[in-house]
């Protein structure tokens, strides 16, 4: 939510919901445009696959813009969008069961950098990417919440609809799960395996 | 001690996975999900009708066609029959003048009537029901000035 605090101040924020509130769509753009890495980097460490945070990004944006009167201060936003967000998420998950990821999560390029940089940082990515997959769907939610995107617990809680006791435990078992995985994957012996 | 460890174990995990979720996402990405909201937004938000000019142009277009195709024919028929059939007792009257037989003049009448009664519409029928002789007046001439006859019959 601090990233999101940085981008624009709260008076433009809330000028630019009042005018798409309104039905001005380049408010509305400006509003997408304060958010949208917000949602899109959330829905693709919950799903693992560029297309489809592409479609839930799509989605909670059109909810948002039919929801504009619900949703009353500016600075409530976040926390309506990452609800949302995971929402969709789930969604989609009863939809369309979880495949194979492809490697689309890895189209992050690091442009211009020298091959080692980028092999550290592709390896980062896989990283991530393979111990956020071996999760359960709450846990991950939690930890990518939590640890990721730099949630409170009590926000955590808010977005999942989960008590702060729940979300605190989610996010334990995940930490230890993602810990476990990521030194077995640069333990000799677990680089072979993977 | 074993615990500081793992705790720094898990700090070091934790900002490793932080830094590549920090890793930004290609500017691309963000904008085809724009264009695609901004596009359904577009679309949703236009006029109900603004779909349905096409079929409104082509029921404008087959009105104009319907109308070009039988409004003229009646205008035509009407201003036919109006002409072509005057009173009918100056009809008969003109004919004895004209020295032409009586039966001459009625076959000329009836071939107009006939002709109309193959109208597709009743509106011409109104037009000409007036020009039916409610009453047939003949008038021969003869050589005598003095003697004329006159022929009435009923319809």
């Known amino acids: ?37 917000l949602v899109l980097g959330t829905a693709l460490r919950l799903t693992g696959k560029m297309e489809d945070a592409q479609d839930i ?3 909670v944006f059109l909810r948002l813009y039919k929801n504009l009167s619900k949703v ?13 967000t995971v929402n969709a998420c789930h969604d989609l998950r009863r939809r369309k069961p979880a495949t194979e990821p492809e490697s689309s999560a890895g189209d992050l390029v690091a442009g211009g950098m020298d091959p080692q940089t980028s092999l550290t940082q592709a390896e980062r990515r896989r990283v991530l990417e393979m111990s956020l997959r071996m999760l359960p769907e709450k ?14 617990t009590e926000e ?23 810990h476990d995985f990521v030194e077995r994957y640069f333990s000799p012996r677990g680089r072979r395996q993977s | 001690m074993n615990s500081d460890r793992e705790e720094s174990g898990f700090e070091e995990t934790l900002e490793m996975l932080r830094e590549a979720h920090r890793e930004a996402i290609p500017e691309a990405h963000f904008a085809a999900v724009r264009a695609r909201v901004l596009s359904q937004l577009a679309a949703e938000r236009r006029p109900w009708w603004r779909g349905f000019w096409p079929y409104g142009f082509a029921a404008a277009a087959v ?28 009809t008969v009257a003109q004919a ?60």
């Open chain 1, 156 to 178: 955590v809680a808010r977005a999942l609809g989960s008590s702060e006791a729940t979300v605190r435990s989610q996010v334990s078992k995940a930490r230890a799960k993602v």
């Open chain 1, 72 to 84: 009353q201060a500016a600075n409530a936003l976040p926390a309506w969008l990452y609800r949302v």
């Open chain 2, 63 to 90: 009105a104009a066609m319907l109308l070009a195709a039988f409004w003229p024919k009646h205008l035509a028929q009407r201003q036919t029959v109006g002409q072509a059939l005057p009173p009918a007792n100056r």
């Open chain 1, 1 to 37: 939510m601090a990233a999101v605090a940085a981008m624009e101040g709260p008076d433009e924020r809330r000028d630019a919901m009042a005018a798409a509130r309104a039905g001005d769509l380049a408010a509305f753009e400006l509003l997408m445009r304060q958010h949208e890495r």
């Open chain 1, 57 to 59: 990004s799509q989605e």
């Open chain 2, 96 to 155: 004895g003048h004209d020295g032409r037989p009586p039966g001459l003049q009625s076959a000329s009448v009836s071939r107009v009537i006939g002709r109309r009664k193959r109208l597709p519409h009743n509106a011409a029928y109104r037009v000409v029901g007036p020009l039916v002789p409610e009453h047939l007046v003949v008038k021969l001439v003869t050589n005598d000035p003095n003697v004329v006859i006159y022929w009435i019959t009923g319809e």
């Open chain 1, 139 to 152: 846990e991950r939610a939690a930890l990518v919440l939590r640890d990721l995107e730099g949630l409170s």
